[in-house]
């Protein structure tokens, strides 16, 4: 137990479908990341949040929207996806970086949610 | 950006020493270098970080030379349970440009 939680673990959609992840965070963390994993390809960021505000946005479709209400939470809002969008989706958190410091601190992974999409 | 790479797989003996490099050939002045381990269904757990020299903790070492340009993971005394995929990240500025390596997948043989 990492003390960040995702649901659902398992996840089918249509590509017509609308459905969104849910990540959690217990540790008193202010950064939440959203990341992709694809079989044989390397972790892919997809957005970050430090203290509530989205700072990274690496190029990820619109049909990904991420939202996060507090520092608690974060959210991953699918619409009109795409087979290969079909991936592990996983959720970290960490204590954002003060000043100018690199980005170093631990990240914190949940479990992920594995998303097929017919 | 700096570019990671990894061996794609490695196979050891249980009891061994196991090292894995990872090449980082543009690594910036402020990156630090973070490993991660990787079990199915799970998602990456911190191993081990640094940024120069050499870092232990009570799992692990890491190996990185004066030019920082590669670290190497040094696992002692592997068992079953070490049988799992490791990440290099290098992390790439304060902008959150996070470079994850491709991982290595570590089988542990009895």
């Known amino acids: 137990e990492t003390g960040v939680t995702q649901t659902p673990r398992h996840l089918v959609m249509g590509m017509t479908n609308k459905k969104s992840l849910k990540c959690e965070q217990h540790l008193g963390h202010n950064a939440m990341y959203w990341y992709k994993q694809s079989a044989k390809k390397p972790l892919e960021l997809m957005f970050v949040y430090s203290l509530e505000e989205r700072v990274e946005n690496n190029s990820v479709p619109s049909r990904f929207s991420p939202e996060c209400p507090n520092s608690s939470h974060l959210f991953l809002h699918l619409h009109t996806l795409q087979p290969e969008d079909s991936a592990l989706y996983l959720c970290?958190?960490?204590?954002?970086?003060?000043?100018?410091?690199?980005?170093?601190?631990?990240?914190?992974f949940g479990p992920g949610t594995r998303l097929t999409v017919l | 950006l700096a570019k990671t790479t990894q061996p794609i797989s490695m196979d050891s003996y249980e009891g061994q020493e196991v090292n894995i490099t990872c090449s980082h050939n543009n690594i910036a002045t402020n990156d630090y270098i973070t490993w991660y381990q990787q079990f199915p269904s799970q998602g990456p757990r911190f191993i081990i970080q640094g940024y120069k020299t050499k870092v232990t903790n009570e799992v692990a070492s890491l190996f990185i030379p004066a030019d920082r340009k590669s670290s190497t993971l040094s696992l002692p005394r592997v068992s079953l349970s070490d049988t799992a995929v490791y990440y290099c990240l290098v992390a790439a500025d304060s902008n959150y440009q996070l470079i994850w390596g491709a991982g290595t997948k570590l089988i542990i043989k009895p």
């Open positions: 970290a958190s960490s204590q954002a970086p003060s000043g100018g410091a690199a980005v170093a601190d631990t990240q914190y």
